[in-house]
């Protein structure tokens, strides 16, 4: 069977260049306010952005929740494509402080996530998703965090349960229509070639390592995918925040604080921006886009005003020059794709 469907390839034409990343609205690190989430989602949809991804991780299910009561709101037939993930459930939990940062999230909701990557359980966390989200369809499932970098030591053990139960509850739900395409959603591209030499797969959201910063995916995991026609969904364009903010602040890469040598390589980058007067943020966001395997970026957007410069910024005329001298700094990889306008690039390529 080949690894994309008539259906997921006809999807997956639809979702670019940009995408809108649910975290914020799942109250990453500070609490919003239900009308907040409401104005920064609607405008994205109001602008034209045609793909929301979300999980139940975010917030504990706060994030479905909203985005569910927006698109019932702005999308009511259903014509935005909507991703969601599996690998989590998503337990009660009585003693949680619902003020507190639990990772990375302060939700009303009380629930603790439960790592479960079985046939049971992603059966399950997709029906709770659809109940949570209001759809009867989620059109792309991802499989949140699978990989060493996450799990460690028990990554074999979590690897084998996927790939013996929830990756074949997965293969029924597309093969049946119920969903259109499922990948892995990771932070790491070693999980995602691990998978590809074990099953077919639609779709990979790889977040944080293929930027501005770093391409080591060029290597091994962009080149499978070329042969296995597998598309890209690129998360946190910004590596966590210093692509965007830049390096004079006391910047987040990679969830983390921004080591050294981060900071001096995103300063020599400001510097040719600076010479060719292009904004930092609009070359992180279009970067990824240059890729022909690359679906959409997916940004995570905070608020409005963020929503509509990402817009902004994803259609910045970008000069050739520029990709070129950073190359020829060695600031970028020489193989890396950099066409000229790398929208126009996309838009060709999908």
């Not at 995103?266 to 279009?286: F, G, N, T």
Request: proline residues 7%; contains cysteine; glycine residues 8%.
């Amino acid at each position: 069977m080949p690894s994309v469907s008539h259906d997921c390839a006809a999807l997956l034409k639809t979702i670019g260049p940009i995408a809108f990343g649910g975290a914020n609205l799942g109250n990453l690190y500070r609490p919003i306010s239900d009308e907040h989430a409401e104005r920064t989602l609607a405008a994205a949809l109001e602008s034209g952005i045609g793909y929301v991804d979300t999980a139940p991780f975010y917030g504990f299910g706060l994030s479905e929740k909203r985005i569910g009561r927006i698109l019932a709101k702005y999308d009511p037939d259903a014509r935005i494509v909507l991703s969601s993930k599996v690998g989590r459930l998503l337990e009660p939990d009585a003693d949680a402080d619902l003020d507190a940062v639990r990772s990375g999230f302060v939700s009303p909701e009380p629930f603790r996530p439960v790592y479960d990557y079985s046939y049971d359980a992603v059966m399950r966390s997709w029906e709770e998703s659809r109940r949570r989200l209001g759809r009867e369809r989620i059109d792309i499932l991802f499989v949140h965090d699978l990989g060493e970098r996450t799990h460690g030591a028990d990554h074999p053990h979590h690897f084998r349960t996927f790939m013996e139960g929830g990756y074949r509850a997965l293969r029924e739900l597309r093969d049946s229509g119920e969903i259109s395409a499922f990948g892995l959603g990771v932070n790491e591209a070693e999980v995602c070639v691990e998978a590809l030499a074990h099953g077919d797969f639609d779709v990979m959201l790889l977040a944080g390592r293929y930027t501005l910063i770093e391409q080591a995916p060029l290597d091994t995991l962009f080149p499978l995918c070329i042969e296995r026609d597998v598309r890209l969904v690129i998360g946190g364009p910004y590596n966590s925040g210093i692509l965007a903010t830049g390096s004079a602040k006391a910047s987040r890469y990679d969830y983390g604080a921004a080591p050294a040598a981060v900071v001096e390589k995103v300063a020599a980058i400001e510097r040719i921006c600076a010479a060719h007067d292009v904004p930092l943020a609009a070359a992180a966001l279009q970067f990824p886009l240059g890729h022909p395997q690359v679906a959409a970026v997916l940004p995570g957007l905070a608020n409005e005003a963020q929503t509509l410069a990402s817009l902004r910024l994803v259609t910045t005329p970008i000069p050739a020059d520029f990709w070129a001298e950073l190359k020829h700094t060695g600031l970028l990889r020489a193989d890396a794709p950099t066409p000229p306008s790398v929208v126009e690039a996309h838009a060709a390529s999908v």
